[in-house]
Nanobody
Framework: QVQLVESGGALVQPGGSLRLSCAASGFTFGLNVMSWYRQGPGKERELVATMNRYGALISYGDSVKGRFTVSRDNAKNTMYLQLNSLKPEDTAVYYC?????????WGQGTQVTVSS
């Protein structure tokens, strides 16, 4: 079955960095568009970044452009999200998502907390 497992979330100070990982299994990862979303406390879930199977087409949410970088390693069935220059408003649960045969699969999420 399809599984998406996020990791790498932590408590970090403002201005710090983290790298999140999303390990995928149960589908042909290299053929799929993959996305990162986040949901902060009291907020709706929002798109962070999307990349195509080759990593050649990337789109980012406006709030993270220039600070976050998405990448993927198809040989490892893993997608990454590098978070730099973190701000308190980046505090959220971060999820990876894959649409497979018109159905959206989500991981369980990983918590990122930005606080001094």
């Amino acid at each position: 079955q399809v599984q998406l497992v996020e990791s790498g979330g932590a408590l970090v100070q403002p201005g710090g960095s983290l790298r999140l990982s999303c390990a995928a299994s149960g589908f042909t990862f290299g053929l799929n568009v993959m996305s990162w979303y986040r949901q902060g406390p009291g907020k709706e879930r929002e798109l962070v970044a999307t990349m195509n199977r080759y990593g050649a087409l990337i789109s980012y949410g406006d709030s993270v452009k220039g600070r976050f970088t998405v990448s993927r390693d198809n040989a490892k069935n893993t997608m990454y999200l590098q978070l730099n220059s973190l701000k308190p408003e980046d505090t959220a649960v971060y999820y990876c998502m894959a649409v497979i045969r018109d159905y959206a699969y989500w991981g369980q999420g990983t918590q990122v907390t930005v606080s001094s």
